[in-house]
């Protein structure tokens, strides 16, 4: 009995694993001053994954105290921001990674807003983190608050001054949450 318990303990976890390595891939991401862009550009290319960008509406100030600002103002008060995308097929993708930069210790309000408008029953989600120092803070807790009845891999974390040689870091993640 006990072989015959492991055996088929063995078969699933190897299913597993084989199956989050052939997963479709979706890599969703909001980026100000494009750290989380060279995170999800480098994702995409090490996983072969489609890539989606988070447009706000309104695009936030590119100064960076006004933005600081605002981004204050706006995770204070629980703002969600109008956004101009939509991913049509969400329902096609196995796996979702979603990054964010850190602002006031939680995630971006556009990504908050991208969160809210759609729905991850059974998917494999993820979240990506770049950080000027703030690490993870609340982020993956925020998220959590905000999607329901996912499955959540652990995040990545990654300081936005060392993201252009980031490549080993994401590639050792990517390997701890089974998709490589």
Same mark, same amino acid.
């Not at 100000?32 to 072969?48: C, P, S």
């Given at each position: 009995m006990k072989q015959i318990l492991f055996t088929l303990v063995l078969f699933i976890m190897m299913?597993?694993?084989?199956?989050?390595?052939?997963? /479709? %891939? #979706? %890599? %969703?991401?909001?980026?100000? +001053? +494009?750290?989380?862009?060279? %995170?999800?550009?480098? #994702? /995409?290319?090490? #996983? *072969?994954? *489609?890539?989606?960008?988070?447009?706000?509406?309104?695009?936030y100030p590119t100064d960076y105290s006004e933005c600081v600002a605002q981004a204050r103002k706006e995770t204070k008060a629980n703002f969600r921001p109008t956004i101009k995308t939509k991913v049509e097929n969400l329902g096609d993708y196995d796996v979702i990674l979603v990054g964010t930069p850190n602002w006031c210790s939680t995630i971006a309000p556009p990504v908050a807003t991208f969160l809210e408008q759609n729905k991850f029953n059974g998917k494999k989600v993820a979240l990506f983190v770049t950080h000027g120092g703030g690490g993870l803070s609340r982020c993956e807790s925020d998220m959590r608050n905000i999607v329901s009845n996912a499955y959540f891999l652990k995040s990545g974390v990654f300081s936005g001054s060392n993201v252009a040689s980031s490549d080993d870091d994401i590639a050792k993640w990517l390997k701890e949450i089974g998709l490589k």
């Open positions: 299913t597993m694993c084989a199956n989050s390595q052939n997963s /479709k %891939v #979706l %890599v %969703v991401y909001y980026s100000w +001053g +494009g750290n989380t862009r060279v %995170v999800a550009e480098k #994702l /995409k290319a090490q #996983l *072969d994954a *489609d890539i989606v960008e988070i447009v706000p509406e309104t695009a």
